[in-house]
């Protein structure tokens, strides 16, 4: 028995696309709220949680986006009812008290570098940003992803006076199919193994 019907499956993980167009409905302060709150139940480890969600909405803020962007990536993020830039939280460890209260003492005295705790926001983080996206579906929106940018650029940018790692950038909204046929998916016995 599973937790969602087939039909739920499906509108969860079959139909959705990754999209490079929205249509002009708006995305609302409660519906990004909703991400992250979905978002951040995911697991991380040591419920470390280390995403950080910079909500790109102002015209302002959005030019300065824009401008560290690919090329093909420029034009749909600037029509985007909402784009989200995602990053890590390199000093995750300082909020051990707070996300691990029993494992605070061990987390502090193990990830004691930067060689140790950065490496570990970042996975952390990425798989949060799985999740992101997942939880974005969930609601009935759409996600485009995008890895094309200049994220040194980004850091400077939007992160200059704190320790967040930019990492993927996420235009969000209702989706306008796109023309063209989904890609092919690897089956089960192509890319899984039993031991």
Do not use: C
Request: no cysteine; aromatic share 10%.
């Amino acid at each position: 028995m599973t937790r969602l019907t087939d039909e739920q499956l499906i509108n969860l993980f079959h139909e959705p696309r990754t999209v490079s167009s929205f249509t002009e409905e708006p995305v609302t302060d409660e519906q990004l709220r909703r991400i992250q709150e979905l978002t951040f139940y995911g697991p991380t480890a040591f419920n470390s949680q280390p995403l950080r969600i910079t909500w790109v909405k102002s015209p302002e803020a959005r030019e300065r986006l824009v401008a560290h962007l690919a090329d093909g990536n420029k034009a749909k993020t600037q029509a985007a009812p909402v784009t989200a830039i995602l990053s890590a939280d390199a000093n995750w460890v300082e909020h051990a008290d707070t996300f691990n209260p029993n494992a605070a003492g061990f987390i502090k005295g193990f990830y004691t570098s930067e060689e140790l705790a950065t490496p570990a926001a970042e996975l952390s983080a990425h798989l949060q940003a799985g999740y992101f996206i997942t939880a974005i579906r969930a609601l009935g929106l759409d996600a485009g992803p995008m890895t094309g940018a200049d994220f040194a650029g980004i850091k400077k940018e939007f992160f200059a006076d704190n320790a967040e790692i930019p990492f993927l950038v996420v235009n969000i909204g209702h989706g306008e199919a796109p023309a063209y046929p989904r890609s092919a998916r690897f089956s089960h016995d192509e890319v899984a193994r039993s031991l």
